[in-house]
Every structure is written in structure tokens, then in C-alpha cells.
């Protein structure tokens, strides 16, 4: 019996070689792209989309809003719409006044 591996042994061994490093790259891709929001995240959490200056949370009603303490412009999460979409007009119309208000 020879001890000398099979052609097909090897092309099985360089395929699973392949797979390992296939694998693997994909998992680093993983951590980069992760690690890569992550620093997006921790750079533009609670900053301004238009300014970058700090937002601050202010509640109107029962909702929640960041607004910008340089520039005044509002960001709502996601779902915050629609809940003062369904609030009533005195929601709406508190709304309307901080947008009034002397900055
Ligand atoms: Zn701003």
C-alpha cells in the first residue's frame, strides 16, 4: 500500500485549505465592517445631521425629539412620526409652536 497520497486526496485537501481560508477572510470582513460601524456610530451618535453640532433630547407631549442646540433642527427616530401622527391636534400644534419659536 502506498503512503504517497491520491490525487483525489489532494485536490480534497487543497479544496477544504480553500474553504478554511475563504472562511476566514469572510469572518475578518465581518469584524471590519462591524468595527467600521461602530466608529460611525460612536462619531455621529447625537450630532446634528446638518451642522454636527450636539443634539439634545427635548420631550413634546409624550414624544421624545433630538433637537440641535446650535441650528435648531429636529431629528425624529424611527416611529416617531407616527406617533405624533396619531396624537391629536394638540400634539400637532405644540409641535408647530417649537418650530415658531424665537431662536
Ligand atoms: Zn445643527
Not at 504517497?4 to 485537501?13: R, V
Not at 462619531?43 to 454636527?52: A, E, I, N, T
Not at 443634539?55 to 407616527?82: H, N
Request: hydrophobic share 30%; with cysteine.
Amino acid at each position: 500500500m502506498s503512503t504517497k497520497p491520491s490525487h483525489s486526496e489532494e485536490e480534497f485537501f487543497a479544496r477544504e485549505e480553500q474553504e478554511k481560508k475563504h472562511q476566514f477572510h469572510k469572518k475578518q470582513k465581518q469584524k471590519n465592517d462591524q468595527a467600521q460601524r461602530d466608529l460611525q456610530k460612536n462619531l455621529h451618535f447625537m450630532k446634528c445631521p446638518k451642522c454636527g453640532d450636539d443634539l439634545k433630547s427635548v420631550r413634546i407631549s409624550f414624544v421624545d425629539i433630538d433637537e440641535c442646540v446650535k441650528c435648531g433642527a429636529m431629528v425624529l427616530d424611527k416611529g416617531e412620526l407616527d406617533k405624533l401622527k396619531v396624537a391629536d391636534n394638540t400634539v400637532l400644534r405644540a409641535l408647530v409652536d417649537v418650530f415658531k419659536k424665537d431662536r
